[in-house]
Each structure stands twice: as C-alpha cells, then as structure tokens.
C-alpha cells in the first residue's frame, strides 16, 4: 500500500489497515510484530540476525529483486506558500504532457504526484517540514532514470514559471 511519507502518517495508515509491516524509502522500518510502531535501526538489525538465524539466506533474497536504479532524494528550492500550488500545476500538465514526455502508465496522488512509467517511477512531493519540493526517480535502466528525471524536472520549472505569471 502506497501512502502518505511521515512516521505518524505511516502508524496511522498501519493500524487502519493491519499491515504488519511499513517502510520508507529513506530506510524508516515500522515493525507491527511484538510491539506495534518500532522505527528503529538496531531493533531492525536485530530482526534481520533473527532471519538469518532461522535460516533465511539473505543474499538469495536479495538477488531475487529485480536490479533498478534510483536517484538520491533532490531537492528543489521553491517557497512555503508555492510548493502545493507546484505540485497541482504539475498534475494538470500531466493530463496533457509534452510529445517528449515518456509514456505514462498511471498516476498516484496521495502524496503529492507519482507518475509510473514504462520501466520506473517519478516523484514530485512538497516536504512536510521545509519550503522544498522532494523528487525521485527510479527505472530498470540507468540512463532511463536520467531522462525521467529531467523530464519531470522541466515540467517544475514550467509550473514554478507560470505561477509567476
């Protein structure tokens, strides 16, 4: 289940649907299990010694994930009272995207705008703390996550633009 960013927004989100488990791109782990709401590195280091313990052979598990490559988070400055404004000019471009634009496989809004694509995902989110957009990008090809990045990145700028107007 895709949701909200925020450990608070993430409990709430678990309690109202059972998950057992939550996490964060930024590598927050929310464990449901034996106490409800861990958020933390050495408990979840401990969990994972337990499955290896067990017998899980974690290098298996991971080569069993499909390889994507993935941007750090960027930031893009902008100011407190434009940063949704940004977000919504961007959805609507998106309903009518550039010729160039890659291809769109679908759109999640519920913190702020993810567009799926073919091979990999764009995000354009307002962060809850300081006046900046967050963006991401991850594809299956690296030169591909370069151009969803720059794409994305012109369609800000186009919005930031044309709010000054």
Same mark, same amino acid.
């Given at each position: 289940?895709?949701? *909200? +960013?925020?450990?608070?927004?993430?409990?709430?989100?678990?309690?109202?649907?059972?998950?057992?488990?939550?996490?964060? &791109?930024?590598?927050?782990?929310?464990? %449901?299990?034996? /106490?409800?709401? /861990? @958020?933390?590195?050495? /408990?979840?280091?401990?969990?994972?010694?337990?499955?290896?313990?067990?017998?899980?052979?974690? @290098?298996?598990?991971?080569?069993?994930?499909?390889?994507? !490559?993935?941007?750090?988070?960027?930031?893009?400055? +902008?100011?407190? #009272?434009? *940063? !949704?404004?940004?977000?919504?000019?961007? *959805?609507?471009?998106?309903?009518?995207?550039?010729?160039? !634009?890659? %291809?769109?496989?679908?759109?999640?809004?519920? @913190?702020? =705008?993810?567009?799926?694509?073919?091979?990999?995902?764009?995000? =354009?989110?307002? #962060?809850?703390?300081?006046? &900046?957009? &967050?963006?991401? !990008?991850? #594809?299956?090809? *690296?030169?591909?996550?370069? &151009? /969803?990045?720059?794409?994305?990145?012109?369609?800000?700028?186009?919005? %930031?633009? #044309?709010?000054?107007?």
């Amino acid at each position: 289940i895709m949701y *909200k +960013t925020g450990h608070s927004n993430l409990k709430v989100k678990m309690k109202e649907t059972g998950a057992d488990l939550a996490c964060e &791109v930024s590598g927050h782990i929310f464990f %449901k299990n034996r /106490y409800f709401g /861990y @958020d933390d590195a050495i /408990y979840a280091t401990l969990r994972m010694l337990e499955l290896i313990h067990d017998g899980i052979d974690l @290098d298996h598990e991971i080569d069993a994930l499909p390889q994507v !490559f993935s941007t750090e988070e960027i930031k893009v400055e +902008t100011t407190e #009272s434009e *940063k !949704f404004a940004i977000i919504e000019k961007v *959805k609507e471009m998106l309903k009518n995207p550039p010729a160039d !634009f890659p %291809k769109i496989l679908g759109i999640i809004d519920v @913190d702020g =705008v993810r567009i799926n694509f073919e091979k990999g995902w764009g995000l =354009v989110r307002a #962060s809850n703390t300081t006046p &900046v957009l &967050v963006t991401r !990008f991850e #594809s299956t090809d *690296k030169k591909l996550a370069k &151009v /969803y990045e720059n794409r994305v990145n012109d369609l800000i700028s186009s919005a %930031k633009a #044309s709010l000054k107007h």
